[in-house]
């Protein structure tokens, strides 16, 4: 929440991106289920990755992305959840336009996702 309210203020006109990685043992986890639908309303459009490693947290403990989306969405953000990194980088690819303000969230390499992203639109610049 105060990284995008950061980011909001210094963009205040821009549309904002915001592109989350579940990857943390915390994050990963429904432990901030409510808080994490919160969070995300400075931003104008949220994609949120699947689950980093699902198979290290008991199920009834893992992050519900499902219910997130929803939960996002019935605060008036799109969102869209359960993505693989390949299809994150396909959205971005065609949605986003010049001026617009992309921001990845992960505490880990995040399938090295920014490369990615200035590779994608590198070609597109062409």
Do not use: C
């Not at 909001?8 to 991106?17: E, S």
């Not at 992305?65 to 359960?82: F, K, N, S, W």
């Not at 303000?101 to 992960?106: A, G």
């Amino acid at each position: 929440s105060e990284t995008l309210d950061a980011i909001r203020n210094k963009y205040p006109n821009q549309k904002i991106w915001a592109v989350f990685e579940p990857r943390s043992n915390t994050s990963r986890r429904a432990v901030f289920q409510a808080e994490f639908a919160k969070a995300f309303n400075k931003a104008d459009e949220v994609l949120i990755a699947k689950v980093h490693s699902p198979e290290k947290v008991k199920n009834a403990a893992l992050l519900d992305l499902q219910t997130l989306g929803t939960e996002i969405q019935t605060q008036g953000t799109p969102a869209r959840v359960d993505l693989s990194v390949e299809a994150i980088l396909e959205i971005l690819q065609k949605e986003t336009h010049s001026n617009e303000v992309v921001l990845i969230m992960s505490n880990g390499g995040f399938e090295n996702i920014h490369e990615r992203i200035l590779e994608k639109l590198r070609i597109d610049a062409r």
